[in-house]
């Protein structure tokens, strides 16, 4: 068994595959189905993209040639964090699935709690608006299930206070030196799976000489152990890449971290000064 192939199960019993591949930034046409299609060839199951990522086409249109039997690929996308009203909601979402063209979605997103350029407003009830639309996908058997992302605690309490279907998912910026300790721990004790976007906090993460260090004791990249660090956490890893060698790299992350190691990562912080 390796990450590729190995699943968190959901609080709805779904499985997800336990390593996904990222494609936020990468431009749709060849960069997107290039991208996707390798991982695919190098055995990766889960693919994660949004209408905001604007590569929805490609990345459907890489998974349905790639002849992989449909059920044996995970897909994320993402509602806009600008929709906040029910109609706009399911109109979007109909415009994603056309786009993908791969019948269901396997998990549906809010992108974030409030449109990105009102950062930390509140839109509670545009959340349960647009949430009761992504009840009734789930409902229907149009998602096989359905989360939020950039959500904290607050926007969290305040989305489940309110709804009926507790989100199964958080994708949430997580990497070593940001590991959003007070989200997660209420994601876990909620059984509300976190998934970590950006795991190599984009690049910026990857001269730091601390983990260099633990990377080399094991004989592995700086890139592998930022992986494999969300892993032991139980956290899902979406690492993204346009470089094929890279991409096989971010997959080959079968090996344990010690704990002492662990506690060492868990302490570092201004990991991408
Ligand atoms: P590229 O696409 O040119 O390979 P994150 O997943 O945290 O968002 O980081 C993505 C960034 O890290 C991209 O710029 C990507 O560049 C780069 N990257 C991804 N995997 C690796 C790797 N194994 N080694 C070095 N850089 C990587």
Partial sequence: M?????????????????????????????DTYNSVTTALKLGYRHIDTARAYEN??????????????????????KLPAEVKDYDQARATFEESSSLLDLGHVDLYLIHAPWPWAEQGKD???GNIAVWTAMEELYDAGRVRSIGVSNFNVADLESLTASTRIRPQVNQIRWFIGNTQDETTAYCEANDILVEGYSPLATGAILDNPQVRKIAEQYGKTVAQVCIRYLLEKDVLPLPKSTTPSRIAENADVDFVLKPEDVTFLDGLTDTTA
């Fill in 123 to 125: 839109y509670s009830e």
């Fill in 2 to 30: 390796s990450s590729l192939t190995e699943y968190f199960t959901l609080s709805n019993d779904v499985q997800i595959h336990k390593l996904g591949f990222g494609t936020w930034q990468i431009p749709d046409g060849d």
């Fill in 56 to 77: 929805e086409a490609s990345v459907g249109r890489a998974v349905r040639d790639s002849g992989i039997p449909r059920e044996e690929v995970f897909i994320t996308t």
